[in-house]
């Protein structure tokens, strides 16, 4: 009989496994350079405050410490439990740390699920084990946890050889080892302080969205730093991004794998899904996620981050000592869309009379005179702050502001104005050496040498402000049971089933005969459309399957056998029911609406405009399901086209609720049908004057038979 793996353990668990009082290595080594070896000169190193307990039968003592020949033999129940031993030695391990009342065990052996189908089946009996009495899993193939406040050092990751991390705020959870190690080199390298460090390898148990909730738990840590090459456990990852953006704990993420080489590597490395792209950028927007494009990228945002201001409307002033640097500041921001607005007329009059030749637009230039008088750099950037409101602040100084004959008396300056307005966000951009640098920070402000990147980070600041500020969301509305066919239906059937969920669609009949045809029309009133109605052609545009403009009966007799002919010679061994006589819709613009099953995350729904817009412009927009008119809305006025939609070229505006509407009740109807619906494309969908409602005269609904696996 196989074990049922009872549901992970709680987050009072994963507390646990982050701060723990006691740590036991099973597989000790008395050399440091070893993998059971390292954590033991780690922790000695950085003063762990808890009790270490080395297990080894074979020695009494491991690198000056009592060692102990079993789990059995250890005086005290260990909170967490390094496992460094063979994987065929892994299980009997497992089983005796979880029997004992281990909180936590950290797996480094390798072999499991991303070796084989044989390591695949031994790491879930692991889990089962563990499971059984409550115990968590990290790995296997994990490069371990690092809580850099207590000096628990639960890794071998050498990368500590070119510094140990300082404590500060960030903390960091990275799906790969070696780019964990990476991440953390290069943060205490850019002199950014770390809570922790958690790298989830396999995530037989614990998984990304654990690691997130961990630190969004966890009272030392105000960033998250997050590295994925694929999402394994979607669900959890998602309430754990949620539950940050609640606690205002801003989530900078690295996704890596968007190309079709990089998405076949990380499913390889991790044995986990990639992803749509294109959706996971629209998940992490929804969830307040700023997405980082690289390393570099990424570390600039979190450490900007720690600063812990987030201006919702945000807008950028800018103070320079050289022209052509605020082109370049403008340039980046007007490409991130960073808001760079003009100074008050009344401020820029007031400068000018403080340095005639100067500019005070925004950016404000105090010319290179500021060297001769210092104190206008204190007036100017008071001007700004307090007469421009503006709520970021970026000071491009360059090398004079290392300059040991500059920073100084310029530091006097600065630091006055940033103390009277602790709310705002002041940046530098300066080249000086390390102390200088650190002097700064010190005083308050953020130093970035390249003025680009601090844009970069500024604007991403923006974005955590406006997700924390976001209203509660309307409620996905509540649509009937879904029952689906066991096949893909025809258009007339999925606009029935549709219907059931307030989805509208134009006036329409099947009709299996002519006769039943002409009736139709003369009830639905002229002009009318003509479509081919088959289960097995859905895309009836292709064979000519669709005719427009039919104005009486004499085209709809000669219509309905044109249809039935082009599809007897296009598809011949299709099912053909007749036609579909609908009313012509005119005087709205045409919107497509669609669901799409991602292998991650679930229906996702699109939204954008018909046509040109679509297929050549990808002009969409998408969203996780379900959700709200609220979202819907916002979702349709996000896409580059909306203009069309809201009355551009003296055109009325279309009814935007009744779109929202139907877009919502969509996103509705894709949950409640279940995993068996694929895809739904509404296309065209006729979005009507403000008032006459919105109309799907298409739909294609894609089904998995129920025999599918």
């Known amino acids: ?112 699920a991303e070796a084989s189908d044989e390591g695949a089946a031994l790491q879930g009996e692991l889990v089962a084990a563990a499971r059984r009495h409550g115990m968590r899993l990290l790995g296997p193939n994990s490069l371990g946890l690092i809580n850099v406040r207590s000096g628990f050092f639960g890794s071998f990751v050498s990368s500590v050889e070119l510094g140990f991390p300082q404590p500060g705020r960030v903390g960091i959870v990275s799906q790969s080892g070696a780019y964990g190690g990476h991440l953390l080199a290069a943060a205490t390298a850019a002199g950014i302080g770390l809570s922790a460090v958690l790298m989830t390898g396999n995530e037989a148990d614990v998984t990304l969205g654990d690691g997130v ?31 940050a953006r609640r606690a205002r704990k801003p989530v900078v993420m690295m996704k890596v794998g968007r190309s079709v080489v990089g998405s076949a590597a990380a499913q390889s490395h991790t044995a986990s899904i990639a992803g749509n792209d294109v959706v996971i950028d629209a998940v992490l927007a929804e969830l307040g996620v700023v997405r980082a494009q690289s390393t570099e990228q990424m570390l600039d945002i979190a450490r900007l981050a720690t600063r812990r201001i987030y201006p919702a409307d945000n807008a950028l002033g800018v103070i320079t000592v050289s022209g052509g640097a605020g082109v370049i500041i403008s340039d980046a921001a007007e490409d991130l ?49 307090s007469e421009g409101g503006y709520p970021s602040i970026l000071g491009f100084f360059t090398y004079t502001g290392g300059a040991p004959s500059v920073a100084p008396r310029l530091r006097e300056q600065l630091k006055p104005v940033r103390e009277r307005h602790p709310d705002r966000l002041f940046v530098l951009s300066v ?135 082009r599809a007897g010679q296009a598809a011949p ?26 292998p991650v995350f679930g229906p996702v729904a699109m939204f954008g405009l018909g046509g040109i817009f679509v297929e050549v412009m990808k002009d969409v927009a998408f969203h996780r399901c379900p959700f709200g008119e609220d979202v819907a809305e916002t979702l349709i006025r996000s896409i580059k ?62 089904i998995r038979p129920e025999s599918t696996p």
Not at 15 to 30: F, Q
Not at 216 to 226: G, H, K, Q, S
Not at 573 to 592: F, M, N, P, T, Y
Request: with cysteine.
């Open 573 to 598: 061994a299709a099912r053909i029911e007749g036609v579909l006589v609908a009313k012509q819709l005119s005087g709205g613009v045409e919107c497509i609406l669609g669901i799409h099953r991602d």
């Open 213 to 243: 909730q961990m630190l969004v738990d966890d009272p030392d840590t105000d960033v998250i730093a997050l590295y994925s090459e694929g999402i394994r456990e979607a669900e959890g990852l998602v309430k754990a991004l949620d539950a």
């Open 337 to 385: 869309g960073l808001p760079v607005p003009e100074m008050p007329a009344e401020a820029q009059r007031q400068l000018k009379a403080l340095l005639p030749f100067a500019s005070p637009r925004n950016p404000v230039d105090t010319t290179a005179q500021f060297l001769n008088d210092m104190s206008l750099v204190g007036q100017f950037t008071e001007t700004m702050v």
């Open 431 to 565: 080249q000086a050496s390390p102390e200088q640098v650190r002097g700064y920070e010190d005083d308050g402000f953020c130093v970035f040498e390249d003025p680009t990147r601090a844009v970069v980070a500024i604007e991403a600041m923006g974005r955590f402000g406006r997700a924390f500020a976001a209203a509660p969301r309307q409620s996905a509305p509540v649509v009937p049971a879904v029952v689906l066919p066991q096949a893909t239906p025809t258009e007339a059937d999925a606009k029935t089933l549709l219907a059931l969920a307030g989805i509208a669609s134009a006036p329409e009949r099947a009709c299996a005969t002519v006769e039943a045809a002409c009736a139709a029309a003369r009830e639905i009133g002229f002009p009318v459309v003509l479509k081919i109605l088959s289960p097995d052609i859905l895309h009836k545009s292709e064979i000519g399957g669709v005719l427009l403009d039919v104005t009486g009966e004499a085209d709809v007799r000669t219509g309905f056998d044109t249809l039935l002919a």
């Open 641 to 702: 086209g909306a203009p069309l939609l809201l009355g551009a070229r003296g055109k009325p505006p279309v009814d935007i609720k009744a779109l929202a509407g139907m877009l919502s009740r969509l996103s509705a109807f894709a949950v409640a049908a279940g995993p068996r619906l694929q895809s739904v494309d509404l296309n065209p969908v006729f979005a009507m004057p403000a008032g006459q409602g919105a109309w799907a005269a298409d739909a294609v609904l894609e």
């Open 1 to 112: 009989m196989t074990d049922v793996i009872a549901p992970s353990p709680g987050r009072d668990a994963l507390a646990r496994l982050l701060h723990p009082r006691a740590v036991a290595i099973i597989g000790a080594s008395d050399d440091p350079l070893r993998i059971g070896g390292r954590p033991i000169a780690y922790m000695q190193q950085c003063g762990f405050v808890g009790r270490i307990l080395p297990v080894n039968p074979n020695r009494s003592h491991i690198q000056g410490l009592p060692a102990f020949a079993s789990v059995a033999a250890l005086p005290e129940v260990p909170d967490v439990a390094i496992v460094a031993v063979p994987a065929a030695a892994s299980l009997g391990v497992v089983t005796a740390l979880a029997q004992s009342g281990c909180g936590a065990a950290i797996l480094f052996t390798a072999g499991f």
